[in-house]
Nanobody, 128 residues
Framework: QLQLVESGGGLVQPGGSLRLSCTAS????????IGWFRQAPGKEREGVSC????????NYADSVKGRFIMSRDVAKNTVNLQMYSLKPEDTAVYYC?????????????????????WGQGTLVNVSS
């Protein structure tokens, strides 16, 4: 069974940091494009950061550039999203997703529909 499990969400004050992790089971991440997506109440899903299947290219949404860092640990079959300088507008449920048919990071981040594997999501709440 193909599965992604996110962890690391929580409540943080504005300006704080959080690290999200996404661990795969049943498949290896290094032949899939991987993305972090978020969805806030009443808003459309947004591609936050995505990594190409090769691992050499990472794409970031303009809203998080310079504040978020995505990385992949092939040995642990895990991707991470380190988030700094968090803002209230970063509040959302964050999901990771994987797809073996997509190669490019940017192509992954702009997908609005189907992706092969989704995690269950983790809530990030930025509030004072």
């Amino acid at each position: 069974q193909l599965q992604l499990v996110e962890s690391g969400g929580g409540l943080v004050q504005p300006g704080g940091s959080l690290r999200l992790s996404c661990t795969a089971s049943g498949f290896t991440l290094d032949d899939h494009a991987i993305g972090w997506f978020r969805q806030a109440p009443g808003k459309e899903r947004e591609g936050v950061s995505c990594i190409s299947s090769s691992g050499y290219s990472i794409n970031y949404a303009d809203s998080v550039k310079g504040r978020f860092i995505m990385s992949r640990d092939v040995a642990k079959n895990t991707v991470n999203l380190q988030m700094y300088s968090l803002k209230p507008e970063d509040t959302a449920v964050y999901y990771c997703a994987a797809d073996s048919s997509i190669r490019a990071a940017q192509a992954m981040c702009v997908v609005r529909g189907y992706l092969e594997v989704w995690g269950q999501g983790t809530l990030v709440n930025v509030s004072s």
